[in-house]
């Protein structure tokens, strides 16, 4: 802060809160991709950070920080979520898959969006390639797709700036079998 | 004839590693105990820092220092230290050098702690007092400060306009049909997508292992060394993915520097990551305000152009692009005046930005054809044909190659161009106006000088390897498939590799050169290569290819084979055997030929058809189809190439209906830093996009005949999407971005 | 992001006294897609953070009435995509879509989407002037940055305060809350002082001289559920989302507009109930009776639609670089209406 910013107190933990989690590092386990992490991170430790920071689970990328480009996306119970506008300690239930966690992990064959990425050349620099599969996958999981036209609306959340969006759309589509001329 | 992969739709050799996260990007390496820093920006414009307090930050768990310019280490005085290779005439903005501020957002400190989370708290409790001094930001309101741009090193590739030609004042006044227009861009940032980040990792021995954000390691190789004194051997730049450039990646960015300096300062490895409203804390494409005249006879024929520019820079360092160039080499007007000035502002020095000027220039000068071929009453296209040149007129010499006419052509009659409609607003359906224009593009097809490195191993794979980046550009695909077809191996037995200053030193990846450039050093480390196999060959006892010549053979399917008795055949593996054990390597340059180079301009060509909708009632635009035929040379991959262009397209678009950064310059600061409010395309701005590329053969240009497709791409596309609005609703748009405001 | 406490209650009563333990700075967290983007920003610092997920606010049931009550915490997708919603609310679920992303959506909470807070880029930058944002120098400055600066997705209607002059021009960013306000949905709570119910049109309010507090609840309430009426108006109505780029931008202006229409004689239909409500226009969804008035009893024509376009937008005023708005949101209330009434087909 620079004005006349006072010193801000790092908040005393209350006596006997009800679950009391605490202003400290606190030790928590995530499920990601099958397996159980265990993690040691201060509350305010976004889920996005808990994956690239803690537990180098690298593949899940940070392109704002701020929910507006779709690249940290990570799928939670199945849903695709932006993991840079979620705490890590509040997914403790959750089911997390990331990038990593989507090829099959015995054999190593891709999964059939990814594949398809690699096929239409869906990506150039692949930045937000992790986000867009994971979106993608998340997308295909929600079955609201029909055309197009709903390929491009519904994946609207992942900005790729190397302009690659016709080419996801065709690996999406091939994906998912539908006819490139429904609109 | 023996080509086996060149030329083909060979998907990413990365494409694996890309989706399936396993490529690493600067951020994330790691060392133990990596360090975190956070960086501090200015949120004054101008004036001095009179007080800085980090009391508080230094007191919470887990920071370890906070640098400013008050503790910073003594680093090197002479401002020549702190140039890049890619630095303009100046004097080279200094992080924290001194309590000068000089632009809004300047980095003023550097919060270091263990954890991010630690750090980025840390940051937001330093105070930071100023004294303000005014400032000034706005181009249009300081267009009488402009003067011509300091010359330097920038030059060679940055060529000044063109000298005049002919009488343009008496050809422009007398001229039946005249156009004077004018046109206004804004401020645009790069913002690819991954943040800028170095993870400086600091070894037992005082090395340095940096993972940089860069377009070119070598140039922060070079920074760093010059800045902080460190000999070459113990810098090391890697940066084997990068998370798009487009330009960005050209200059080391200042985390570079903040992260060296602390890793040296600490003796421990440190990570700086920029948030993205820092993205907008360096180079961007300048703002820029163009006046072109046009003196045309009734039948088009242009006798008067005239082509002046006007682009903002820092205050300390004179960024120059190529805007006015352009309409002079691609109309031969006889009479013709060019002219680009700068203003320096109280802002960050411009950073080349996709087809930097020429994107700029084209937009210009392809959008005042347009209206001056509305003035004639004749088709946009044709206007253009009539005043086709096969001769640089700038420069009086040929193109190396051009065949701009087939590209208007294929992709006219691609898009059905003929069924148009000429009259403006002649083409609705309900509420729902359609225009179709067209643009055309240019850009650079230039080489430099590159080195490559090659390693037969003993188990007869192939490893080439060359310090340039793969951007998002192919370059791990192209260059190995170079590689392949020139020692005649399959693609799972090559390996290109690169990014990294321990390779063999090439230029950054900017400006469509590294196809080329690069590329020739390939061909001729895997030739040199070749060569030493038939050394190897020729001394094997009773060789068949004991007198032959390199001419004489060619590779494929992992053989040698004579030209004359293909039947005559070896196995490199056999002749990897040969040589004791030990793999065969070798190192090449890939000179330009100057002196036939230098006889010819040498450009790549584009022409644009796009169709918009636009509400008649509402303003919004929609790109609902267009057609971009690329003249390119030699097309290594169409696939990757085909992905390079429509990416082009797509920033076309953004550039034309939604790319601005747009400045309060009352407080001299970007008010719409972030990627919600900067608008870029989303997937559902984009629909039908289609490329052709058209055949050309060039021997000029490079030994591969090739000429670069990352910026073709973009230089036609927004003045082929505001001449399908006029055409479309009769507005005639001069400021860029066309947001919906402005057709209402 | 300031480091905080963070609670996980499981109970209604639990999370509202944790809350009201330190009113000034506790905050509730459910998808948190705003709230962590402006603890980022340092626009928001609560000291506390009360993680609302485990309570079983998470349902969608019908009500005796014929209308449907929304869980505080069931997302905007599941909302949207909720075939109870999309048969009889589905201007709500077109509202809904039309905003952020589907990632966003996913995680956000209908109870959150009442408190997200402007886009306005001075209350987003801590080192600019902010009335809105501004209550102690440690979140930066006080002032309107927007009304002499950079103001293109600012407000239009109802920036004066009561004393004529104009404190904020930031508008609330939310689709969902247009929708809402035109289907005259009520907002549920429960607090220190037990459970009540806000009508949506009360529940958001105007900057007047205050402009820090966007909405009418009190200290310590939690949002609980959202009761929709039984009339949905599901034959007739659109949502009209004008911003600069296709999708995944705030609306510089939005409609949301229902109608009924009647077979009044041969020659055609006549509107015998019409609901019209705006966004990117004010601090709260802009919505008048009076422009609404207007309508019935008429036939669906563009004049018609005109007529209530003014009204609605009777006293707007531009601060610049929004002036567009005015003349934008007339065509755009057009428009939509005509969309609602199927004079026009919907893109």
């Known amino acids: ?183 | 004839m023996h080509n086996q992969v060149i030329g083909k739709p060979i998907s990413r050799v990365d494409g694996r590693a890309k989706v399936t996260g396993k490529a690493k990007y600067a951020a994330e390496f790691t060392a133990p105990d990596l360090l975190h820093g956070v960086v501090v920006s200015s949120t004054i414009t101008k004036g001095r820092i009179t007080h800085i307090d980090t009391g508080d930050a230094l007191a919470l768990d887990g920071v370890v220092k906070v640098f400013t310019h008050q503790n910073r280490p003594k680093l090197a005085w002479f401002d020549m230290s702190y140039k890049d290779l890619d630095a303009p005439p100046g004097s080279p903005f200094r992080p924290l050098h001194n309590d000068r501020i000089k632009y809004n957002g300047q980095p003023v400190a550097l919060v270091v702690a263990e954890t991010f989370e630690q750090a980025r708290y840390a940051a937001s409790l330093v105070k930071i007092e100023y004294a303000q001094e005014p400032h000034e930001t706005d181009l249009q309101h300081h267009l009488d400060t402009a003067r011509k741009p300091a010359s330097g090193l920038a030059s060679l590739l940055k060529p000044p306009p063109p000298k005049a030609r002919g009488n343009f004042d008496k050809a422009f006044t007398e001229a039946p049909v005249q156009l004077s227009t004018g046109y206004v861009h804004g401020f645009e940032h790069h913002n690819p997508m991954e943040l800028f980040s170095s993870t400086v990792v600091y070894g037992k021995d005082g090395k340095l292992t940096i993972y940089d954000k860069t377009q070119g390691a070598p140039n922060s190789q070079f920074y760093v060394s010059q800045v902080f004194n460190i000999p070459f051997r113990d810098v090391r730049v890697v940066s084997p993915y990068v998370g798009g450039g487009f330009g960005s990646g050209l200059r080391p960015q200042y985390q570079l520097f903040l992260a060296v300096m602390a890793a040296r300062e600490l003796k421990q490895s440190v990570r700086v990551s920029l948030t993205r409203q820092q993205m907008f804390t360096f180079g961007h494409r300048p703002a820029t305000v163009q006046h072109i005249d046009l003196g045309a006879q009734p039948d088009g024929t242009l006798d008067a152009l005239r082509h002046a520019a006007t682009a903002e820079t820092s205050r300390f360092e004179d960024y120059i692009e190529v805007v006015v160039n352009w309409s002079g080499a691609l109309y031969k007007a006889p009479n013709a005046q060019f002219d680009y000035n700068v203003v320096p502002l109280d802002q960050y020095t411009p950073l080349d930005m996709r087809a930097p000027g020429g994107v700029t220039g084209m937009s210009a000068i392809e959008c005042a054809m347009d209206e001056l071929s509305y003035k004639l009453g004749m088709d946009p296209l044709e206007l253009r044909l009539k005043n086709y040149t096969e001769e640089d007129p700038n420069e009086k010499r040929p193109f190396s190659s051009k065949q701009l006419r087939a590209c208007y052509q294929q992709a006219a009659e691609r898009f059905g161009w003929t069924k148009r409609s000429p009259e403006p607003r002649s083409m609705r359906e309900g509420h729902t106006l359609i225009g179709w224009g067209m643009a055309t593009g240019v850009w650079d097809a230039n080489q430099l000088p590159a080195r490559a490195e090659a390693v037969l191993t003993v188990n007869g794979k192939l490893r080439v390897s060359s310090a340039t980046a793969d951007i998002g550009t192919g370059t791990y695909t192209i260059m190995t498939q170079i590689a392949a077809d020139t020692l005649g191996l399959p693609l799972e037995d090559v390996l290109f590799r690169l990014g990294d200053t321990d390779m063999p030193l090439a230029p950054f990846q900017g400006g469509s050169l590294t196809a080329g450039t690069v590329g020739s050093a390939v061909k001729i480390v895997c030739e040199d290569l070749g060569k030493e196999l038939l050394k190897l060959a020729r001394k094997m006892p009773n060789s068949p290819f004991a007198k032959a010549k390199f001419d004489d053979v060619f590779f494929v399917e992992k053989q040698m084979r004579l030209k004359a008795d293909p039947s005559v055949r070896i196995d490199l593996q056999t002749l990897v055997d040969q040589n004791g054990g030990r793999a065969i390597r070798t190192t090449a340059t890939s000179m330009t030929n100057s002196l036939k180079q230098g006889k010819y301009t040498r450009y790549a060509h584009s022409a644009v058809f796009v169709e918009v909708q636009v509400d008649e009632d509402l303003g919004t635009v929609k790109v609902t189809r267009a057609v971009t035929a690329v003249a390119a040379g030699r097309i290594l991959n169409p696939k990757t190439a085909r992905s390079q262009i429509i990416g082009g397209m797509v920033w076309g678009i953004s550039k034309a209906l939604e790319e601005e950064t747009v400045m309060d310059h009352r407080y001299g600061r970007f008010m719409n830093h972030n990627l919600a409010e900067y608008h870029v395309p989303v997937c559902a701005d984009i629909h039908e996009l289609d490329v052709l590329f058209v055949e050309e053969h060039d021997d000029v240009v490079n030994p591969l005949g090739v000429k670069g497709v990352g910026e073709i791409g973009i230089v036609g596309m927004p003045a082929a999407i505001a001449n399908a609005i006029f055409h479309a609703t009769g507005k005639r748009v001069h400021e860029l971005p066309i947001t919906l405001d402005k057709l209402m | 992001m300031k480091p905080f406490q963070y609670l996980r209650p499981t109970g209604v009563d639990a999370a509202v006294r944790d809350l009201t333990a330190q009113p000034d700075a506790a905050k509730f967290i459910a998808g948190g897609t705003n709230l962590i983007d402006l603890m980022k920003e340092h626009v928001e610092q609560p000291t506390t953070l009360v993680d609302i997920n485990r309570l079983p606010l998470a349902t969608v049931e019908e009500l005796e009435d014929g209308g449907l009550r929304l869980g505080a915490l069931v997302t905007n997708a599941d909302t949207a995509y909720h075939p109870l919603v999309e048969q009889r609310y589905p201007l709500l679920s077109k509202a809904i879509l039309a905003g952020a992303s589907a990632q966003l959506r996913n995680m956000a909470t209908n109870g959150g989407n009442l408190f997200q807070r402007t886009r306005c880029y001075y209350f987003y930058d801590t080192s600019m002037p902010c009335n809105k944002r501004h209550s102690g120098p440690s979140q930066g400055p006080a002032g309107c940055g927007a009304l002499h600066g950079y103001n293109r997705i600012h407000a239009i209607l109802g920036t004066e305060s009561a004393d004529g002059n104009v404190h904020c021009i930031a508008t609330h960013p939310s689709d969902m809350c247009v929708a809402l306000a035109a289907l005259e949905a009520v907002v549920r709570v429960s607090g220190p002082q037990g459970e009540r119910t806000i009508p949506i049109a009360d529940f958001h309010r105007l900057p007047g001289d205050t402009p820090q507090h966007d909405n009418t609840l009190r200290p310590g309430e939690l949002v609980t559920a959202i009761d929709l009426p039984a009339n949905g108006f599901s034959h007739y109505n659109s949502y009209l989302k004008l911003r600069d780029r296709a999708s995944y931008a705030f609306a510089l202006v939005s409609v949301a507009a229902a109608l009924e229409l009647e077979r009044s004689d041969a020659s055609g239909d006549q509107i015998s109930a019409a609901r019209l409500a705006m966004g990117g226009v004010a601090h709260k969804p802009w919505r008048k009776t009076e422009a609404e008035a207007l309508l019935v009893g008429q036939r669906p024509t563009p004049d018609v639609f005109g007529r209530a376009a003014d009204a609605l937008l009777d006293g707007a005023q531009g601060y610049g670089h929004n002036t567009f708005k005015i003349e934008l949101a007339k065509r755009a209330i057009v428009r939509a209406l005509s969309q609602a009434a199927k004079l026009e087909p919907t893109e």
């Not at chain 1, 997914?91 to 594949?115: C, N, R, S």
């Not at chain 1, 692949?126 to 055309?147: F, H, L």
């Open chain 1, 1 to 183: 802060m620079q004005t006349a910013t006072l010193p801000t107190p790092v908040t005393q933990p209350r006596s006997a809160p009800p679950e009391p989690v605490g202003t400290g590092v606190r030790s928590f386990s995530l499920t990601i991709n099958g397996a159980e992490y265990e993690l040691n991170v201060a509350p305010w430790t976004t889920l996005l950070d808990a994956l690239r920071e803690y537990l180098d689970l690298t593949g899940t990328k940070k392109g704002c920080d701020h929910g507006q480009c779709g690249a940290c996306t990570v799928l939670v119970d199945g849903k695709r979520i932006n993991s840079c506008l979620t705490l890590a300690v509040m997914h403790e239930d959750h089911q997390i898959t990331t990038i990593e966690g989507l090829a099959d992990a015995q054999t190593g064959d891709l999964h059939p969006v990814q594949q398809a990425f690699i096929d239409h050349d869906a990506f150039q620099c692949g930045y937000c390639t992790p986000g867009q599969i994971c979106s993608a996958v998340g997308m295909i999981n929600e079955g609201r797709v029909k055309t197009d036209a709903d390929i491009r609306e519904l994946m609207s959340g992942n900005i790729c700036r190397c302009g690659a969006y016709p080419h996801i759309v065709d690996a999406i589509r091939d994906v998912m079998q539908l006819n490139p001329t429904a609109q």
